[in-house]
């Protein structure tokens, strides 16, 4: 149309893909208040389409008691009373819902200088709006402040990147919920868009114990990227050393960035007004400013841009900065390093005009136009985060105490040069015997076994190093001198600025006797298996998981030739089917027959006779079979001369009664002769 036409000129398609993206909401709106164009982000925010919003006034949208101060402000803009306007009013979304949005608000002009539309950045501010009446009405605790805040915040475990907390924020910022993200790691969720990055962000972590003005790239869960700065510090969150996060998105700052190289002029110069970020040149070689934006006027609260151009870096700053150095020499290795590495973020406590110093963050980027190479700088004033980074430390060491002193295990803290004991709790003290004042000048080596010391220092020096974090089975000495055995999980702590190494205490005792009695019991039980004139072994889902001395020499394999194979593979081909019904009977919980034979197969191929007994049993937590293997082969061999002897003896048995026969039939023949003779005569 023709309207956008005018508003974009030669460079449309860029400032279309811009406005389009852009991750604020931003609205063109007519000289009468009527909207001419919306992109999606403000769509989102109002909750209406940008069908629905082109050709509705600005009023139809606005809280109704915010109406006449937005139309105020955009006469004022309008008469130049101001250049810029910034606005926090109230919107009235589509399902009713009040919302608050925080406007920059920028008029642009044609070509004769004549007004044309207003050019609005809308920022949902509604969260930060309810937090502040929050914060106002009462001070909360840290969980208040932590699901409050607009940025960011995760706890992560430091040792594997599971995420056990985040805020709303990071909700916002990311697209996953809470739901989605606890019980998580970072790598799951494919956070880091460099895994690198994270690598570079837990060594500097390790390292330092903290990291401030980390920037780097996040993933959000609909796969699009954002660019956040992070700052983090280690702390224990239920007994675990984790890593509390703050990030903040710099997405639109890094578009600003682009769109501040890639713009045209008028388009560059309308960013350039409007923006909320104090935006600034400099030029080499004395780098004196060459440019300020109105935001940077009121930042730095100079006169006009004509004396915030007198100035060099350097002179907006106190003498010192806060780590000592002199802020002249800084600024200028500040400026050095972004001219060679292409940009350099960093922390600078600045100085107002008027004299009051307050912090901010700077990046300071090169850039080439026409041959020459000068720096553009982005100041945001931090003074509001940085009072709620010191609100959450100091909520963080009031959660540690309350947690250290009503602790069940024994904790103590120890200084990692002297190894004094710096603080103890109560469980350390009914533990070892002592009341808190014996403990004052006490060290690491009177609460260990004189012969156990140098191994127990070796441990705690690789637990200062961070080598190790459990050294298990330490022997302790108490008061009485009686020694019990303890875990002490170790890892350094940051308290009151103070790094100390905080020794976590858990008797076990109990748990070494309990090992004992097993290792006792397991050693008899194992006794009398290897020893049993039986084969043994222990058969789940088919596969042969234990077995014992007897079984290897009948078999004639070797543990490692018999572990993890198939059982039925060690059986006749002719008593597999009965082997493998039985068995299945067995865990079906069937009746079986208690002894039946079968022939195994050997190593050399030769099949021996053996008697098989089986009963279920768990092993390691599930159902097996311990099958007992008998070897019948002499008792076979028994039976066999057993039968031979009585085939013997019934041959010998026919014989004899063949031969009794035979006389009677004689005796009845000599019998039956004399009567013949004796009747002849």
């Known amino acids: 149309m023709a309207e956008e036409n005018e508003i974009l000129g030669s460079d449309k398609e860029i400032f279309r893909d811009i406005f389009d993206q852009s991750v604020m909401g931003e609205a063109v709106v007519d000289l009468k208040g009527m909207y001419v164009d919306v992109n999606e982000r403000f769509c989102n925010i109002i909750g209406y389409s ?46 009713k819902k009040i919302i608050w949005g925080f406007l920059n608000i920028g008029l642009f002009r044609d070509k004769d200088d004549k007004p044309q539309y207003f050019i609005a950045k809308v920022q949902d501010i509604t969260e930060f709006k309810e937090v502040e009446q929050k914060l106002r009405e009462s001070e909360r605790a840290l969980s208040t402040v932590f699901d409050a805040s607009p940025n960011l915040i995760a706890i992560t475990r430091l040792s594997n990147g599971i995420i056990l907390d985040v805020n709303e924020g990071y909700s916002q910022l990311l697209g996953f919920s809470r739901d989605e993200s606890l019980g998580k790691t970072t790598a799951e969720l494919s956070i880091w868009a460099n895994p690198m990055d994270r690598k570079r962000f837990i060594d500097l972590l390790k390292k330092n114990g903290q990291v401030t003005g980390f920037e780097t790239t996040l993933k959000r869960k609909d796969g699009k990227l954002v660019t956040v700065i992070n700052s983090a510090k280690n702390f224990r969150f239920k007994d675990e050393d984790c890593i509390l996060s703050v990030a903040y998105d710099i997405t639109e700052r ?65 003498e010192f900065q806060p780590d000592g150095r002199d802020s002249v020499t800084k600024a200028k290795d500040m400026i050095e390093k972004a001219m060679q590495e292409g940009s350099n973020f960093f922390e600078w406590m600045h100085r107002r005009a008027d004299g009051e110093d307050f912090f901010a963050e700077v990046l300071l980027s090169r850039v080439e136009q026409g041959g020459k190479a000068f720096l553009h700088a982005v100041v945001r004033d931090i003074t509001e985060r940085k009072k709620l980074e010191e609100k959450i430390k100091g909520y963080a060491e009031e959660r540690f105490k309350v947690v250290f002193d009503n602790a069940n295990d024994g904790m103590v803290l120890v200084n990692n040069i002297t190894r004094k004991f710096l603080l103890v709790n109560n469980a350390f003290l009914r533990m070892l015997g002592y009341r808190l004042e014996e403990t004052k000048n006490m060290t690491i080596a009177d609460i260990h076994p004189k012969k156990e010391l140098p191994y127990v220092l070796e441990k705690f020096e690789k637990q200062v190093k961070g080598e190790i974090t459990l050294a298990e089975a330490i022997p302790v000495k108490r008061k009485d001198g009686s020694i019990f055995y303890a875990d002490i999980t170790a890892s350094p702590v940051k308290i009151s600025g103070e790094t100390s190494l905080l020794g976590i205490f858990r008797d076990i005792t109990e748990r070494k006797l309990a090992e004992e009695k097993l290792k006792k019991s397991e050693n008899k039980y194992s006794t009398l298996v290897e020893k049993a004139s039986d084969g043994i072994v222990v058969v789940q889902d088919f596969l042969i998981k234990f077995a014992n001395s007897k079984m290897l020499e009948l078999t004639g ?107 009677i039939e004689l005796k009845k023949e000599i019998k039956e002769l004399k009567e013949k003779i004796k009747n002849q005569q």
Do not use: C
């Open 557 to 663: 394999h070797t543990t490692k030739e018999i572990q993890d194979k198939p059982f039925l593979s060690f059986i006749a081909p002719d008593y597999i089917d009965l082997i493998e019904n039985n068995y299945k009977k067995r865990l079906a919980g069937k009746r079986v027959e208690p002894n039946y034979k079968v022939k195994i197969v050997k190593k050399n191929g030769q099949q021996l006779s053996v008697e098989v007994r089986g009963s279920m049993i768990d092993y390691e937590g599930k159902l097996a079979d311990m099958v007992f293997l008998t070897d019948i082969t002499e008792r076979e061999k028994a039976e066999e001369e057993e039968k031979k002897r009585v085939v013997q003896i019934e041959k010998i048995n026919r014989l004899a009664i063949g031969r009794e026969l035979k006389m």
């Open 50 to 95: 940008k069908r629905e919003l082109i050709g509705k006034n600005i009023s139809d949208i606005t809280h109704p008691e915010d109406v006449k101060k937005t139309f105020d402000v955009l006469r004022d803009i309008l008469s130049e009373k101001i250049h810029i306007a910034k606005l926090e009013k109230r919107y009235i979304r589509k399902d």
């Open 254 to 318: 890094k578009l600003l960035e682009k769109e501040l190289l890639q713009a045209s002029e008028d388009r560059y110069k309308a960013i350039f007004l409007a923006s909320r970020d104090a935006i600034m040149t400099l030029e080499p070689p004395s780098w004196r400013f060459t440019s300020g934006n109105p935001a940077t006027i009121e930042m730095f609260r100079t006169k006009n841009e004509g004396n915030f151009l007198t100035y060099e870096p350097w002179r907006l700053s106190p």
